[in-house]
């Protein structure tokens, strides 16, 4: 197999990921991308544990929808079976980032989920961002990895949340996970997620007693844009 | 109309637009300025949801006090219908800047005024920040941006503050808006919202029993840069 | 009198003041430094209300011990009464340095001394930052930039401390002032302030409890920077 | 003795210490790296009280492993014996930094240890971040620095903590230590756990009620990264 298929793929990975150190989300390697190709049923992920300065497009890992390794000389990130998991059940995500950025990270070591205080949260969607809970010890031992985006699967269905409304996810004692159907959506997510997470803290720290906003104000800002009568952007 | 006459508000608004993410109060697209001209009753605001990468003083688009647009090939902001509302009423203002900066933001999300706390407050304005109630649902539901700019002469007058004393509000659980004659008095006061909200936050954390600074210091210290007797600047 | 005999003042204080944005201890014009010239009796100091990005050695103005401008063509800054107050008291100090740094500036507001919680504090001073009362209304009414210099120097005396060993100071509801011999020390502390104001805020949010260091090591830490045993530094 | 054989550590000492204020860890001064030789039991360290800017790899202090001055025309940093006590004790480590990094100092002011809320932390050690009790004023009176050094070890020995697995600690009322094989080691666990303090801080604001992270997902995500089966990096 040539690996020519994998340029694009592998290019779009490796720009999303040297974007996240620019944005603040990441200290050293605390983090990844992987970009999909639905065609293929593959995915480019960061290589594990290497430093961005010394990211190239090539240094990109090629991976099927089972982490099965397909081309590449390094060994992918860690958290590459999350990812696998992830593109196999929700067919519509193109791209999927996890970062430990620091209040994302906060939230999902407080256990809590992150409540919807503001428009800010609510231009992106229109409920708390889920925190899923740590794993029993049995998914802990058996396939770390492979359970964590089963975890965060079973979260989102539980919650019966629709992972095309809902991009971001905490994951108990760990961090952030997101995605979207580009590079550009999935990063997008990261940061807004960061930010989110700082405001409501922020928020609770000014006034306890603070509240959720309510439902029409919630409604009014994720269809102005998002949905058919949406009115923003171009 | 000839465009020509659009050119001097439409390089106004994009060099205060491209000010916001420099001063840290903007990420991503969350947020907009607009520049009006008061002979020709029009404004020129930033596009819905273009980067500020990309932005141009011709990708202003200019629009008329009842919210028309008059000139430009883009969308304009979703939040020019709250620019107009403002600039048809207060008829000594120039400019305009709407932001999501983060500790502002957190103020508006919790319902509460920001307490005059010291004199950098008291150099600016000599009240509370005041934070204007979140709408009842027949406004959102009915014309939201317009109603918005409703909202925030409302609390204005409810409070009895002068808008030419005043130039800065929250809207309750959405985010800060302030003006100016100028568009850099406008973006000025954006990003001495944003550090008073940050003070009043440390100050009560550090002192959960802070109080409002007494009357005598905070008319000093206004008096000292405005109205007749004032020493600050040249 | 030749202007000539002005310059050095003028090229250290121009120095010092722009030093302050790249500390981060600035937001647009709030804040000021001054360099005194003992032989002349003189001070040049920051213009008022002027840009840190427009200022110039030329731009400086030179002001006596008694407020009293003798050269520059531009008012000088709205706090000058300030420093000429502690120059001509404390015949000793050669700069002054007055900023609205975030968290010095939230203690100010607090009305609390910033208590003594670690080494990073005793390396510089032995005692709290005090922070100095609000002045009676009477102060505040009169030469209000002059009576702030003496309240400055009545705390400092209530307190029984020497302006040799502690050269920061907040005055509450206002904001933080640092002096030293040179400006380069002055400004030095202005930041160390701002560091310290930090780290007992989060000290104190860490552990309600925490309790003020023991003298032994408040006394170690002094001497090994500062005295005749001193051993720090070249 | 030639001083040749030190270019090695005095350059690995150089780059090491001019990284911590690129890393946001270090004000002015107030840090210092050094890095040994075990073949010639010496170690290159920051002379002291001198600017970062102003470094060279010929600045650097070689000091023998009981703190004697074996090259250098500078003073070496005022927390030598410090740094001479761990290697001496320590035979396995080749480098130690030494901060007052604002949230780690905290922590130590605070007088607690640093929980470990999630897998961020475990990532790099399976227990809470030790916090080594103040002194006893004859310790802090005697050969202090010499003392803080064996504070940190008895500390580490009290707790049963294997240097090689826990490569970092707060001395109480101080500030960070943190060491490793390698300078790059060191410097990096210094931001972690800076990073982590941070991190931790948070979480304990947004859930007063956050509990330490369970054992089995401590042991997991430590053995991800370090130990016979581990699969992170390359």
Known sequence: MSADKFAVIRKSAYEANIRLPKLGLILFTFGNVSVADRNLGMFAIKPS???YDEL???SMVVVDFDGKVIDGKLRPSSDTLTH???YKKWTNIGSIVHTHSTYATAWAQSLRDIP????THADHLTCDIPCASPMDDNMIQGNY???TGNQIINCMNWKRLDYGEVEMILVGNHGPFTWGKTADKAV???AVLEELAE??????KI???AKRMKESLIRKHFERKHGPGSYYGQ
Chains 1, 2, 3, 4 share one sequence.
């Open 49 to 51: 544990g290497v430093s």
């Open 145 to 147: 990895e492979h359970e």
């Open 116 to 119: 919807i205080y503001g428009t």
């Open 207 to 209: 006034n306890p007693d």
């Open 188 to 190: 997008y997510n990261s």
């Open 56 to 58: 190239s497009p090539e």
């Open 84 to 86: 696998a998991v992830l």
């Open 199 to 204: 405001m409501a803290f922020l928020t609770e």
